[in-house]
Nanobody, 125 residues
């Protein structure tokens, strides 16, 4: 079993930055692909970014490419989502997720095994 806890959300003005963190406990962190997803009110959950076991490969959704960056620190069992140039349409609950399946089967976009509770990100105009 894997437990994931996110932090770092909050209220920020458009153009600002936030860094989300996700700490994992349980299974060896270095064997997990990590992903970030978000869900805005009234919308379906959408993929944001994913990072491979080693951190050597990442993939970002087109909507955040060039503004957001996913990374990980395996020694500290942490995954990060650095969010820059935030827009009001980035407002959502952001959740981190983990899975055992290889990153390279679908660039981390596919189904995940474990989920955190989520952290709210609100971007004001």
């Amino acid at each position: 079993q894997v437990r994931l806890v996110e932090s770092g959300g909050g209220l920020v003005q458009a153009g600002g930055s936030l860094r989300l963190s996700c700490v994992a406990s349980g299974r060896s962190f270095g064997t997990l692909v990590m992903g970030w997803f978000r869900q805005a009110p009234g919308k379906e959950r959408e993929f944001v970014a994913a990072v491979s076991w080693s951190g050597g490969a990442t993939y970002h959704a087109d909507s955040v490419k060039g503004r957001f960056a996913i990374s990980r620190d395996n020694t500290r069992k942490l995954a990060y989502l650095q969010m820059n140039s935030l827009k009001p349409e980035d407002t959502a609950v952001y959740s981190c997720a983990a899975r055992l399946q290889s990153f390279h089967t679908d660039q981390g976009m596919g189904p995940y095994d474990y989920w955190g509770q989520g952290t709210q990100v609100t971007v004001s105009a």
